[in-house]
């Protein structure tokens, strides 16, 4: 075991849970009605996001609920806005069973419009902004939604799909018939869907994962009201992207619960984050792995601890850095989740034990896996779940209290469950993440299983990247693989490449033909130049093998790198580059 593995490695102990508990005396209110919270509601009670916030609106209209750069929205300002938006959606046949569409940056608006879309009813489908061409028209297609709200920045991509109508964001109260809360609002039940999240799958093409209100009212209650606890005077901050969970489920939650603020970021920056942290007065603010370690990898600055920050939440936090990262910032308490768009559960970290993504309260289990498959091993027809300390595959089990909302696709959502795991006719969610059981039902994640990696707090679809690769008239066959860059989390891409008979590599050519394939965090770091792809039954361990040999100085074969526009000849300071921040690719 190294080093970085002994870190990761700490059980939670009863020492751990004791030291804890006198620390939440002060939540204890805010816990309790957590608590009551995840107990009490079922899929089939008339509540939802929209009726939460149009009661908080009603509640404290004065009260900030959204500041963006120099701009500030109350709660009573929000919900006029939203509801004139729902009244153009319900105009252009919008309600109860629809979908629309939102592509658009991070700004108040985005946020808006996702409001007016679920208080109609409709599920909102938010589309990755990253994405271009045939990856966004399949996103597009899946969706089938009756109007799409577009951000003028991403008009010209859409241009290049079929869409259904388009509503300009910028304009989009100005047909507006009514300002009033829809009458709809309050009559949905829980098990209404709400959102539909892009998450890569192993078929090379994105899936919409279903957000029901009751799973996002259930992080509301558990993440937010459980772990993050803030109070009505609170901001949090999120610079992460709209469309992802940790801003639209996470961060939204958690100020909801609370009826505190939302302060908006544009965008990630490492040199002016605590600039916007401090400006926007917050008090909290939501993370992923990678901005941590770009947060420590920039030089000392007195207004790094001029922040009021006093609790931050998301996931990915490495324990190597998780110290480091407390005692340079002066962070009080870290809110670690773990959790995915698609999981029927999450864990957080209530109790603010370190290098944990903490506990569940819901049926989930860590079973022993086949390392070549990664699927769920069995012994005769049952699985087997590791010991504590042991490292296993997390499977969450789906229940009335805990169902799984699946993709659009019903064959890719039967794919990921268990059956007859335990016992018969038992079902579980199959996480394809591999966590380390750490005693007192605490868990923290490992590893990603499967053809996708994670990088940049995305995951990246193998088969995706292939694809765009193989596009390239040089090329005869691809492989591609995460693979490990010490100082950074998850894994980078690199693709082993074989070309065709007389071509050579142009890094140059290369590295703009999937520039303008792929979001920038899909794009192989490295590129490795080989002589023959295997395409026998061993070709998974072939691809294991190449994996593992990764960018070490063993491989003999013409290696190249990314430097953000081209690629260019490997050099050894290339890593080191990579987890200091200065290749931004």
Same mark, same amino acid.
């Given at each position: 075991?190294?080093?970085?593995?002994?870190?990761?490695?700490?059980?939670?102990?009863?020492?751990?849970? @004791?030291?804890?508990?006198?620390?939440?005396?002060?939540?204890?209110?805010?816990?309790?009605?957590?608590?009551?919270?995840?107990?009490?509601?079922?899929?089939?009670?008339?509540?939802?996001?929209?009726?939460?916030?149009?009661?908080?609106?009603?509640?404290?209209?004065?009260?900030?609920?959204?500041?963006?750069?120099?701009?500030?929205?109350?709660?009573?300002?929000?919900?006029?806005?939203?509801?004139?938006?729902?009244?153009?959606?319900?105009?252009?046949?919008?309600?109860?069973?629809?979908?629309?569409?939102?592509?658009?940056?991070?700004?108040?608006?985005?946020?808006?419009?996702?409001?007016?879309?679920?208080?109609?009813?409709?599920?909102?489908?938010? !589309?990755?902004?990253?994405?271009?061409?045939?990856?966004?028209?399949?996103?597009?297609?899946?969706?089938?939604?009756?109007?799409?709200?577009?951000?003028?920045?991403?008009?010209?991509?859409?241009?290049?799909?079929?869409?259904?109508?388009?509503?300009?964001?910028?304009? @989009?109260?100005?047909?507006?018939?009514?300002?009033?809360?829809?009458?709809?609002?309050?009559?949905?039940?829980?098990?209404?869907?709400?959102?539909?999240?892009?998450?890569?799958?192993?078929?090379?093409?994105?899936?919409?994962?279903?957000?029901?209100?009751?799973?996002?009212?259930?992080?509301?209650?558990?993440?937010?009201?459980?772990?993050?606890?803030?109070?009505?005077?609170?901001?949090?901050?999120?610079?992460?992207?709209?469309?992802?969970?940790?801003?639209?489920?996470?961060?939204?939650?958690?100020?909801?619960?609370?009826?505190?603020?939302?302060?908006?970021?544009?965008?990630?920056?490492?040199?002016?984050?605590?600039?916007?942290?401090?400006?926007?007065?917050?008090?909290?603010?939501?993370?992923?792995?990678?901005?941590?370690?770009?947060?420590?990898?920039?030089?000392?600055?007195?207004?790094?601890?001029?922040?009021?920050?006093?609790?931050?939440?998301?996931?990915?936090?490495?324990?190597? !850095?998780?110290?480091?990262?407390?005692?340079?910032?002066?962070?009080?308490?870290?809110?670690?989740?773990?959790?995915?768009?698609?999981?029927?559960?999450?864990?957080?970290?209530?109790?603010?034990?370190?290098?944990?993504?903490?506990?569940?309260?819901?049926?989930?289990?860590?079973?022993?896996?086949?390392?070549?498959?990664?699927?769920?091993?069995?012994?005769?027809?049952?699985?087997?779940?590791?010991?504590?300390?042991?490292?296993? @595959?997390?499977?969450?089990?789906?229940?009335?209290?805990?169902?799984?909302?699946?993709?659009?696709?019903?064959?890719?959502?039967?794919?990921?469950?268990?059956?007859?795991?335990?016992?018969?006719?038992?079902?579980?969610?199959?996480?394809?993440?591999?966590?380390?059981?750490?005693?007192?039902?605490?868990?923290?994640?490992?590893?990603?299983?499967?053809?996708?990696?994670?990088?940049?707090?995305?995951?990246?679809?193998?088969?995706?990247?292939?694809?765009?690769?193989?596009?390239?008239?040089?090329?005869?066959?691809?492989?591609?693989?995460?693979?490990?860059?010490?100082?950074?989390?998850?894994?980078?891409?690199?693709?082993?490449?074989?070309?065709?008979?007389?071509?050579?590599?142009?890094?140059?050519?290369?590295?703009?033909?999937?520039?303008?394939?792929?979001?920038?965090?899909?794009?192989?770091?490295?590129?490795?130049?080989?002589?023959?792809?295997?395409?026998?039954?061993?070709?998974?361990?072939?691809?294991?093998?190449?994996?593992?040999?990764?960018?070490?100085?063993?491989?003999?074969?013409?290696?190249?790198?990314?430097?953000?526009?081209?690629?260019?000849?490997?050099?050894?300071?290339?890593?080191?580059?990579?987890?200091?921040?200065?290749?931004?690719?």
């Amino acid at each position: 075991m190294d080093a970085t593995e002994q870190v990761g490695a700490r059980k939670v102990t009863f020492i751990d849970v @004791l030291r804890a508990l006198p620390k939440l005396a002060p939540d204890g209110l805010r816990m309790a009605r957590g608590a009551v919270g995840l107990v009490t509601l079922k899929p089939t009670n008339k509540e939802s996001i929209g009726h939460i916030f149009q009661r908080a609106a009603a509640k404290h209209p004065q009260r900030p609920f959204i500041r963006f750069e120099d701009t500030e929205l109350t709660y009573g300002e929000a919900n006029s806005l939203v509801n004139r938006y729902a009244s153009v959606y319900a105009a252009n046949g919008v309600g109860p069973g629809k979908t629309i569409a939102v592509m658009a940056g991070n700004r108040p608006e985005t946020l808006l419009a996702a409001l007016a879309g679920v208080k109609l009813g409709a599920a909102v489908g938010m !589309i990755n902004t990253n994405q271009r061409g045939d990856v966004l028209d399949h996103s597009v297609r899946l969706l089938d939604a009756t109007v799409l709200v577009a951000g003028r920045d991403y008009r010209d991509a859409l241009d290049e799909v079929d869409t259904p109508k388009v509503l300009d964001l910028d304009t @989009l109260a100005d047909g507006a018939t009514s300002d009033a809360d829809p009458e709809v609002t309050a009559t949905l039940p829980a098990s209404t869907t709400a959102f539909y999240i892009f998450t890569s799958g192993t078929t090379g093409l994105p899936k919409a994962s279903a957000m029901s209100h009751f799973r996002w009212l259930k992080s509301m209650s558990g993440i937010g009201g459980l772990g993050v606890r803030l109070r009505s005077d609170d901001t949090l901050y999120c610079c992460l992207p709209l469309y992802h969970n940790n801003a639209l489920t996470v961060s939204l939650s958690s100020v909801l619960s609370a009826g505190a603020t939302i302060a908006i970021g544009r965008s990630f920056s490492a040199s002016r984050f605590w600039d916007d942290v401090v400006r926007t007065r917050s008090t909290a603010f939501c993370y992923i792995g990678e901005l941590c370690r770009y947060l420590l990898n920039q030089p000392p600055r007195p207004i790094e601890r001029q922040h009021q920050v006093r609790v931050v939440v998301g996931n990915g936090l490495r324990p190597e !850095i998780w110290a480091e990262f407390t005692e340079r910032f002066g962070i009080d308490r870290i809110a670690e989740f773990y959790g995915a768009s698609e999981c029927n559960l999450a864990f957080i970290n209530a109790l603010n034990i370190d290098r944990t993504a903490g506990t569940c309260p819901l049926p989930f289990a860590v079973v022993e896996y086949d390392a070549d498959t990664g699927k769920p091993l069995r012994h005769g027809d049952r699985l087997r779940k590791v010991k504590a300390g042991e490292v296993g @595959l997390l499977l969450t089990k789906v229940t009335n209290r805990a169902p799984f909302d699946g993709y659009t696709d019903a064959d890719a959502s039967e794919r990921k469950l268990v059956r007859d795991a335990f016992k018969a006719d038992d079902c579980w969610f199959d996480t394809g993440d591999l966590v380390r059981m750490q005693g007192f039902k605490h868990v923290a994640f490992v590893d990603r299983l499967g053809d996708t990696f994670r990088w940049k707090g995305e995951n990246v679809a193998t088969t995706e990247v292939e694809g765009a690769i193989g596009e390239h008239p040089d090329v005869e066959q691809a492989v591609v693989y995460g693979v490990s860059v010490a100082g950074t989390d998850g894994k980078a891409g690199m693709a082993a490449v074989k070309l065709r008979d007389g071509a050579g590599f142009d890094g140059k050519v290369m590295g703009k033909h999937l520039a303008d394939r792929l979001p920038s965090y899909a794009v192989p770091l490295f590129v490795r130049v080989i002589d023959a792809v295997e395409q026998t039954s061993t070709f998974k361990s072939r691809k294991v093998d190449l994996r593992d040999e990764g960018y070490a100085a063993s491989v003999t074969d013409p290696l190249f790198v990314f430097t953000g526009g081209e690629y260019v000849g490997w050099y050894p300071d290339y890593p080191a580059e990579v987890a200091g921040g200065k290749i931004r690719a």
